[in-house]
């Protein structure tokens, strides 16, 4: 059963150039179908249209074209009232939660809002939302600006999460975090997503994170999606020379390493990007593929 299903996505901007005004299609014809019960990540390089695809799927903006389905009723045109019941069912985090979360609130009062909104109070009910991502009670009458990366994005979590939707769209959620952090919030995403029997778009530019984390892959280029397949096949073998070249882009254990895309050591992946310096840093994976340890290359796993 597909929880959402993007067809023939279309979303132009309007881009001025000189005097003139053109229109610049940040996605083209999106076909995607995310399954009950599913991880899917959503790759690609910066500016190939990932967020403007979440951004659609959840009618956060609106398409210049295509359908968007959600449990296979085409919600691409329903007017807010009739919208509203969906919009339960899909929620969001981003990357920067810090900007998300109201740093007037109390952590209780931000995780517990949805439920406001949707006329449901229970301050009691966001309390043990806060214990389920990992905060102690203490954390409920704290403010956002009293916690780390890592805690601001665990109550971001808890507030997604405390209307209990089927899907989840996750932007970006781990790229603001240290190794170490982003692994526990990886684990915790994915005993939250067997638990709750959420599907979820996980966009990311971090391969490693989404190997670890995904079912299946579906990568993107220029706004349209050029391969889509099971993650161990995207990494066993990319058929797309873009894929190719997004899993090249990878930084390398050691330099006589950079330019193979197989792996040098079984379970060790390399996290692109987030190196402060010249060694990259890998995440051990065991063969259920759950992040169970972080370690800096040149120590031993
Ligand atoms: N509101 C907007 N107005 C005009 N152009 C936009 C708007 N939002 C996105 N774009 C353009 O659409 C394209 C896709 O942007 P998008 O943010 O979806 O990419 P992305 O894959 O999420 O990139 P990143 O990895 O950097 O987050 C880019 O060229 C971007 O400049
Ligand atoms: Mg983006």
Redesign the pocket.
């Given at each position: 059963m597909t929880a959402l299903e993007l067809r023939g996505l279309t979303k132009s901007?309007?881009?001025r150039q000189g005097w003139k005004t053109r229109d610049?299609f940040?996605?083209k014809g999106v076909d995607l179908a995310l399954a009950r019960n599913e991880i899917l990540g959503l790759v690609?390089?910066?500016?190939?249209?990932?967020?403007?695809?979440g951004m659609l799927a959840l009618r956060l903006?609106e398409p210049t074209s295509g359908q968007i389905l959600i449990g296979g009723t085409d919600v691409t045109t329903l007017p807010p009232p009739a919208l509203k019941p969906f919009r339960r069912r899909m929620q969001v985090i981003f990357q920067d939660s810090y900007s998300a979360l109201n740093p007037m609130m109390t952590l209780e009062q931000i995780v517990a809002e949805p439920l406001v909104i949707h006329g449901e109070p229970d301050p009691a009910k966001a309390r043990q939302w806060l214990d389920r991502v990992g905060l102690p009670a203490s954390f409920a009458a704290r403010y956002p600006h009293e916690l780390s990366g890592g805690q601001r994005q665990r109550v971001a979590i808890a507030r997604a999460l405390i209307l209990r939707p089927e899907i989840l769209v996750a932007?970006?959620p781990t790229s603001a975090l240290d190794v170490s952090i982003k692994a526990q919030i990886i684990n915790l995403l994915s005993d939250l997503q067997k638990e709750m029997g959420l599907s979820i778009l996980f966009?990311s530019?971090d391969l490693s994170v989404v190997r670890a984390l995904t079912d299946r892959v579906a990568v993107?280029q220029a706004?349209r999606i050029v391969e889509e397949a099971e993650t161990e096949t995207i990494f066993a073998a990319a058929r797309h020379p873009y894929t190719q070249a997004l899993l090249d882009a990878i930084p390398a254990r050691h330099p006589k390493d950079r330019r193979r895309r197989t792996f040098p050591t079984p379970g060790l992946l390399h996290l692109a990007g987030d190196a402060p310096g010249p060694e990259p840093r890998l995440i051990h994976l065991t063969p259920t593929h759950r992040v169970e340890a972080v370690i800096t290359s040149g120590e031993t796993p």
């Open positions: 901007f309007p881009l610049h940040a996605v690609g390089e910066s500016g190939s249209g990932k967020t403007t695809t903006i932007d970006e966009i530019h993107m706004g």
